[in-house]
Each structure stands twice: as C-alpha cells, then as structure tokens.
C-alpha cells in the first residue's frame, strides 16, 4: 500500500501563489508516476498535472503556464507550485501515485479570494 499526504493548503488572493507538497510513504518501489487532481464545489474531480519515473511532466489546459510539479526522489516528495491562481482553481487538490492502480491521498483545500 502506498499512503499520501498532502501539505495544508490555505487561502490565497487572486493572482498570487501557493505550493503544495505531498509525502508519500509505504511501499512506495516503482511508483510510475505521482500527481495532483482536484475537485471544486459541485464538479467532478479532474486532472491537473503529473510527472512520470522519467521525470516527464503532464498538465492540464487550464494550468499550463501557471502551475508546475515537480518531485525530490530522495525525500518521496511530488510539489505542485501555483501561480497566478484564479478563483477558479478553489478545490480540493488530491495527491496520487500510481502504480497497480491509482492512490489517492485525502485532500487538501486551497481557496482563492477575488
């Protein structure tokens, strides 16, 4: 099993930044990949960027340009740095790992004021 953790997220104005990071433990050999979806009141949960074994980096449309993940192998962490944030981008951001399937890690609320 592989267990994720999310840093806390917080509360940030429109057009400012926040970094969230993502510890994950366990039986973490041969990850493929780690990532960060989210889901906002009353959507579905979506995809929002991840990066493979080999380092390649995924994002979606809506944050390309804005945010960027990254990861230390040494210390089992995968960051999701935010820039520019929108009052669209108010969710619950999960942290994942995927390997036999897909992990998920409880949540985390970021919330972006007008």
């Known amino acids: 099993q592989v267990q994720l953790a999310e840093s806390v997220g917080g509360l940030v104005q429109a057009g400012g930044s926040l970094r969230l990071s993502c510890a994950a433990s366990g039986t973490i050999f041969r990850l493929n990949s780690m990532g960060w979806y989210r889901q906002a009141p009353g959507k579905q949960r979506e995809f929002v960027a991840s990066?493979?074994?080999?380092?390649?980096?995924n994002y979606a449309d809506s944050v390309t340009g804005r945010f960027t993940i990254s990861k230390d192998v040494a210390k089992d962490k995968v960051y999701l740095q935010m820039n520019s944030l929108k009052t669209e981008d108010k969710a619950v951001y999960y942290c994942t790992a995927t390997r036999d399937k897909i992990y998920w890690g409880r949540g985390t609320q970021v919330t972006v004021s007008a």
């Open positions: 990066i493979s074994l080999s380092a390649t980096k």
